[in-house]
């Protein structure tokens, strides 16, 4: 004989639900869910709008509510295998990723990486400010004791470009096309900015110390480089033989410098993650960034080796920099729609 039950004690009984108006209070959310992940399937996310990607979440949460409701109270299996399909469909456009290669690298370049970057704006300001620092210091100390400037500049990318060089040879440098010298030094002076950017990067582990050396480095050799042409009556030549490839060139090495500020403040202050976890987590962020200045590199690469070494007039050169400048800047910062997919995650 079963004990008798407790006083008070209320007796569990299963919920009764009726199929025909569980199916009728919720077909209207299932429909609509539905169309929104077939214009997904067909398209995009982007193919929504701003209400339709608020309630997308909210009716991927109801219709997994009713499979819940419909599974407890053993509904009819047509309807349990429609809404288990349905939840299966939402899930992987939600939280899945685009199965085509082409569509992953166009949504990093139309919305991953400039995204990437403003979320680092002030890293990058900090990054722009030491380079720009650098660059003033050196001038200043190459102009006051010309013998800063070979502890500044490696020999390699000196090239005889130094403060004894008269303004004729100077001037020879950045307007003569001298194929060999002018193709060797682009390779020299490309393979060591691509280096700085990607130990700035790398390095940024160790609390973000030696990217900040890095970019007051390449200040400074962008100051002495300065300082030699400048007194030669050269300093407007220079600055277009520089822009042509260095607005791309440089607007990359500060973001890289920027992605290893992030990780190095991250493992400084984790605030209240651990070390590791915070290290993790800023370098997922700050990895886009550095993987788009690769991209930047390799364009700056192309400038410096072939429209450097053709263009030779000035405002030509300032017209392509100035242009890749602003380019950057537009793709970068213009204002993009949030993705109100990605916050309800």
């Not at 990318?157 to 010298?181: C, H, N, V, W």
């Not at 002495?224 to 030549?237: D, H, Q, R, T």
């Not at 991250?266 to 993650?273: E, G, K, L, S, V």
């Not at 050169?317 to 970068?332: C, E, H, N, P, Q």
């Amino acid at each position: 004989m079963n004990a008798p039950m407790a006083a008070g004690a209320v007796e569990a009984r299963p919920v009764l639900v009726n199929a025909s108006r569980f199916r009728a209070a919720h077909q209207a959310e299932w429909e609509r869910l539905d169309h929104l992940l077939a214009r997904m399937e067909k398209g995009s996310i982007r193919s929504l709008d701003d209400d339709d990607l608020l309630a997308l979440p909210i009716l991927y949460r109801g219709a997994l509510s009713s499979l819940s409701v419909a599974r407890a109270c053993s509904l009819d299996r047509a309807l349990v295998a429609y809404l288990e399909k349905l939840c299966t469909r939402a899930y992987f456009q939600i939280y899945g990723v685009p199965n085509s290669p082409a569509r992953q690298v166009r949504d990093f370049l139309l919305r991953g990486w400039p995204v990437a970057v403003q979320a680092l704006w002030r890293e990058t300001l900090v990054a722009l400010f030491l380079t720009v620092a650098g660059a003033v210091v050196a001038y200043l100390l190459v102009r006051s004791d010309p013998s800063w400037y070979f502890g500044m500049i490696p020999n390699g990318l000196a090239g005889g470009r130094d403060p004894s060089a008269s303004a004729e040879f100077l001037r020879s440098t950045i307007y003569d096309k001298q194929e060999d010298m002018l193709a060797t030094f682009a390779v020299s002076l490309f393979t060591h900015n691509s280096q700085v950017a990607i130990f700035a990067f790398a390095l940024g582990f160790a609390f973000a110390v030696p990217t900040m050396l890095l970019m007051i480095y390449n200040g400074l050799m962008l100051g002495a480089m300065m300082a030699v042409f400048v007194p030669k009556g050269l300093g407007l030549g220079f600055a277009g033989w520089l822009a042509i490839h260095g607005t791309t060139e440089l607007f990359a090495i500060i973001l890289a410098g920027a992605a290893g500020f992030r990780i190095g403040t991250a493992i400084a202050f984790p605030r209240r993650q651990g070390r590791i976890d915070a290290a993790v987590t800023a370098g997922r962020e700050a990895a886009g960034v550095m993987g788009g200045a690769v991209i930047m590199l390799i364009l700056a690469g192309l400038l410096e080796g072939i429209g450097r070494q053709t263009i030779t007039s000035d405002a030509m050169r300032f017209s392509i920099g100035g242009a890749m400048l602003v380019g950057w800047l537009l793709y970068f910062y213009l204002p993009r729609k949030r993705d109100a997919l990605a916050v309800s995650r």
